[in-house]
């Protein structure tokens, strides 16, 4: 078994501390955001997560058949991610916000060109590459997301049903981050683990667009 995830990992090590350095994603972190910037965020994680189900399903069914352990593996990531945008639309309704208003609204641009581009990279030049995008978006909320929730809890004085996306994501993706590890040691094809290394590059880019696009107001614990 290979060790492509460490080399996975130190040839993305750029791109992520990029992300991670966006001033909203620092003060996320921290649980310094407004109600309205957690709203917004809130808002352009639904338009993407809801895509999470399908591209999952796309990627599996262009599985070739001599990778039956990777559909598998697609296959359990579907039975875990199902309906977290229902979460979502939950937590906004808590904290006040027109969950209806957000389910019949439109994308953010960076929003929808992320998920544009996975789909792109799904259909048209190998399903393997979506990886690249589990690595970015799970591995971030494992870094993040726990923390920030409860900061930002406490900061807003909003209840913890505000919260279950983030909170849930904290936790269960490291779970979900040991079995993408020993997913990642199985693919040896050099094209393979090209397609994955590119696609995340690319998804670091994409997915702080997002935050480098949402509006960013603190709260009055942070002054």
Known sequence: MSNFYQRLLAETEAERNELLSIPFVRHGWKGELSLESYLAFLTQAYHHVKHTTPLLMACGSRIPHGAEWLRD???EYIEEE???QEWILNDIRACGGDAEAVRHGIPGMAAELMCAYAYHIVD?????GFLGMVLVLEGTSVHLATE???ATRNNLG???AAFSYL????SLDISHMDFYQGLMNRIEDPADQGIVIHTAKRFYKLYGDIFRNLPLTLNAAAA
């Open 73 to 75: 593996a697609m296959a």
């Open 82 to 84: 199902v309906g977290h």
């Open 124 to 128: 048209r030049l190998n399903p393997i």
């Open 148 to 150: 920030a929730a409860e």
């Open 158 to 160: 909003l209840p913890k």
């Open 167 to 170: 909170s849930s994501h904290g």
